[in-house]
């Protein structure tokens, strides 16, 4: 049921991906890149290592966990991706920047600058969002004037931020429905009712699974006392951030 886990997931699925880590048509791993990061792992013929845990650590042991870190970063910051190598150097460049808008966006090219840029706007937007849905969750049919015009104005900035990628064309199923959702909360057209629509879009529609909420008024089971998390929202620069810190790669390190 944890939706945003799901598309954590899937981001991690994407990113393994792009560094040739897992098959593009399944999750097997692709056994010769894998060998090059984990270079200090030899399997046994058996499958013993995977069926208990004492064989687990005893087959994983001797990997040089420092050295197969500097791997994973020399692949994923200094491989062929160029967008994942300007995203590191953006980062690296103004440590103290602790979201995407106050990287050093010279770092960056065209693309990920506007994104950037666009990324305070759309954050501010997204909590607005999710604590208004907390309140239908809780069987709540309408939200004060106060929320509504937040969600207007705050839709509004989002929208003219063009917080989406280029490669999201204007066919993509996702896109559609999060922009639809944006014109309409800046139309003025009910929140409620736009804020179910939207969870019911994208978690039928775009991720294939069943929404938390069908109707208004409705007050789904175990989720009544749900609030939106307190960590970091943009948890894609903090992930960034931890694997810079853990990998310590640095520009030229390679």
């Known amino acids: 049921m944890d939706q945003r886990a799901t598309g954590l997931l899937g981001n991690y ?29 030899t399997f046994p013929r058996s499958r013993s290592w995977m069926s208990s845990w004492s064989g687990l650590d005893q087959t994983f042991s001797p990997v040089g966990l420092a050295s197969a870190r500097r791997r994973l970063g020399s692949r994923l910051f200094g491989g062929e991706s160029q967008e994942m190598t300007q995203a590191a150097r953006a980062v690296l460049s103004r440590k103290s920047s602790k979201a995407w808008a106050s990287v050093a966006r010279k770092e960056l090219d065209p693309e990920q600058a506007r994104l950037s840029e666009a990324t305070t706007t759309l954050i501010r937007f997204e909590k607005a969002a999710i604590s208004a849905f907390g309140e239908l969750l809780r069987g709540e049919t309408s939200f004060t004037e106060s929320t509504r015009n937040s969600l207007q104005t705050l839709a509004a900035a989002t929208h003219n931020a063009e917080p989406f990628p280029s490669s999201w064309s204007a066919t993509n199923r996702l896109r559609s429905v999060i922009s639809n959702a944006l014109s309409a909360l800046e139309l003025g057209s009910d929140p409620a009712a736009t804020l179910l629509g939207l969870h019911i879009a994208v978690t039928r529609e775009v991720r294939q699974n069943e929404p938390w909420l069908r109707h208004l008024g409705e007050t789904p089971a175990g989720l009544q ?19 810079l810190r853990q990998t310590r790669w640095r520009p030229h390190a390679d």
């Not at 006392?225 to 694997?243: E, H």
């Open 13 to 41: 699925i994407v990113s393994l991906r792009g560094m040739g880590l897992i098959q593009g048509d399944s999750l097997r791993i692709v056994e010769d890149v894998a060998d090059r990061v984990l270079v200090d792992i």
């Open 225 to 243: 006392r749900w609030r939106p998390d307190s960590g970091t929202p943009d948890f894609r620069f903090k992930n960034l951030r931890t694997l």
